[in-house]
């Protein structure tokens, strides 16, 4: 049970999977370094919890799929602000 990074090198895109339901959700990281975004991202969500926008079920906000889809939005959002103010985000 895990998140996974499904890379599509031709593309140029990453995408999130839950390798226990093999469901793909959340952001498309497109581009050159797509896969290091991805992994970037889910390094950040987990050092970076909003209890606030996740499942009502959910435990402590490390595991993006514990974010209701809005929520992951925001925190998407929030990363890229971040990424963008100071650079590559620290992992």
């Not at 593309?11 to 497109?30: M, N």
């Not at 950040?44 to 209890?51: G, H």
């Not at 926008?53 to 929030?78: E, F, I, K, N, W």
């Amino acid at each position: 049970m895990a998140v996974e990074i499904i890379h599509d090198v031709r593309r140029s895109t990453a995408a999130l999977y839950c390798t226990t339901t093999d469901w793909a959700f959340g952001p498309v990281f497109t581009g050159p370094g797509c896969d290091q975004d991805a992994q970037d991202f889910l390094a950040w969500i987990a050092r970076s919890p909003d209890l606030t926008l996740l499942h009502p079920l959910a435990v402590d906000g490390t595991d993006p799929r514990d974010y209701t889809d809005s929520g992951l939005q925001r925190m998407y959002l929030r990363w890229k602000q971040a990424a963008d103010k100071y650079g590559q985000v620290e992992v």
